[in-house]
């Protein structure tokens, strides 16, 4: 007789709105806590050797550029970013991702965003009982990735100019020593930590690519915004 009213309460509880609200806050944890751990694993640069090697390397062969039919996946992946490929806004994307230091690939974050939305809206969609909720998970998960990058984005300008001062006082003291200014900048690039190690590197390798410094430099300041540059 007493396990009725304890199964009404029980049944009670699970229909309520804090119940529900229990479950929402949950899930926004989870999907957050992956997005982030997603997004903000340390992004590996290429080294200089590897990027001059991407210019001044053999084209590749039709072997190599064909798709692994055995990997759907990396099939998929590849096919959507080729369509992207002619897209203005696809290069910004990207340029900010590798700025950001974010180790996914342009295409793996979209791939990412749209899954953690459609299961978002699903979710809160069966749980609300209600489509608008599942609209609004459709709007607010691309909103949050793309602050975090952003975030992110900030985060490391920020940093750069930061380090600028100190950097260019090594420059200027290589230079005393008799380095010209591309040998100073690369004995700077060096000893220097991220995210200015990578954008001067950058510079250098450019630079021996046969780019002018001055364009080199002026390239660096646009994609750090700084205006000390």
Not at 42 to 54: D, L, P, T, Y
Not at 175 to 196: C, T
Request: aromatic share 6%; hydrophobic share 50%.
């Amino acid at each position: 007789m007493s396990s009725a009213p304890a199964a009404a309460a029980h049944q009670a509880f699970w229909s309520s709105t804090l119940a529900m609200a229990l479950v929402i806050g949950a899930c926004a944890i989870v999907v957050g806590v992956t997005v982030a751990l997603v997004l903000f694993k340390r992004f590996k640069r290429a080294s200089v050797r590897e990027r001059v090697g991407q210019f001044v390397g053999s084209a590749p062969s039709a072997d190599d550029e064909d798709i692994d039919p055995g990997q759907p996946a990396s099939s998929m992946l590849a096919r959507t970013e080729r369509s992207f490929e002619n897209e203005r806004w696809w290069d910004e994307f990207k340029e900010k991702l590798e700025i950001a230091r974010i180790e996914r690939s342009a295409i793996e974050v979209v791939y990412l965003t749209v899954a953690c939305s459609l299961a978002g809206a699903v979710l809160l969609a069966a749980l609300l009982g209600s489509p608008l909720a599942g609209l609004a998970a459709l709007v607010l998960i691309p909103i949050l990735s793309r602050s975090l990058i952003n975030r992110r984005l900030r985060h490391q300008r920020i940093l750069f100019g930061e380090q600028l001062p100190a950097h260019l006082q090594e420059l200027a003291a290589a230079m005393r020593a008799g380095h010209s200014m591309i040998s100073g900048i690369g004995v700077m690039a060096d000893g220097a930590s991220e995210p200015s190690q990578g954008e001067f590197q950058r510079v250098r390798a450019d630079e021996q690519l046969g780019m002018p410094l001055e364009d080199a430099l002026r390239l660096v300041a646009v994609r750090m915004n700084a205006q000390d540059m």
